[in-house]
């Protein structure tokens, strides 16, 4: 696996752009349409203040994408299903730990990725009530050397 961080230039190259519209369909894919950046993903990795980082696979198909800020918030980070429990994830969290001192992150409580940032040594710190929208919550988790 090949891990690249897309520039931060007014236009992407020919190759940039093809590997973000794989990063817009996993978020299709996984994400419902109210939590879904599918639509300002090209905005948020051009943002100076974070970075974009992509995975791809030797023929270039995006296995999965993060974007962490400059403080090392998690903003997003996901693994195209037909390529989860693979350890994707885990090279994305450790390509962040080996940049940032301490990193957080929001996750909502019912979904199994909690339990993967705890084997990940991400602590909750605190509950954030109507997080995402009114009845889902997300908890606060946070890692650190």
């Known amino acids: 696996m ?9 236009k992407l190259s020919d190759r940039e752009y093809k590997l973000l519209q794989g990063c817009i369909t996993i978020e299709r894919r996984l994400f419902p349409k109210h939590e879904s950046l599918a639509a300002t993903l090209e905005i ?10 992509i995975m791809f696979d030797d023929e270039e198909k995006v296995v999965g994408y993060m974007i962490v800020s400059r403080s090392g918030h998690i903003c ?9 429990r693979q350890g994707f994830g885990r090279q994305l969290i450790s390509w ?3 940049r940032h001192p301490a990193l957080s992150l929001h996750v909502d409580p019912d979904r199994p990725a909690m339990k993967f940032y705890f084997t990940e040594q991400f602590q909750q710190l605190e509950l ?12 606060l988790m ?4």
């Not at 946070?142 to 050397?145: A, E, L, N, T, Y």
């Open 96 to 98: 962040a730990k080996e």
């Open 76 to 84: 997003k980070i996901a693994v195209a299903s037909d390529r989860q």
């Open 142 to 145: 946070k890692w650190h050397r």
């Open 2 to 10: 090949k891990i690249i961080t897309l520039s931060k230039a007014k």
């Open 44 to 53: 948020e990795a051009r943002k100076q203040s974070q970075d974009f980082v």
């Open 128 to 139: 954030l009530r109507d997080y995402y929208i009114a009845g889902r919550d997300a908890y």
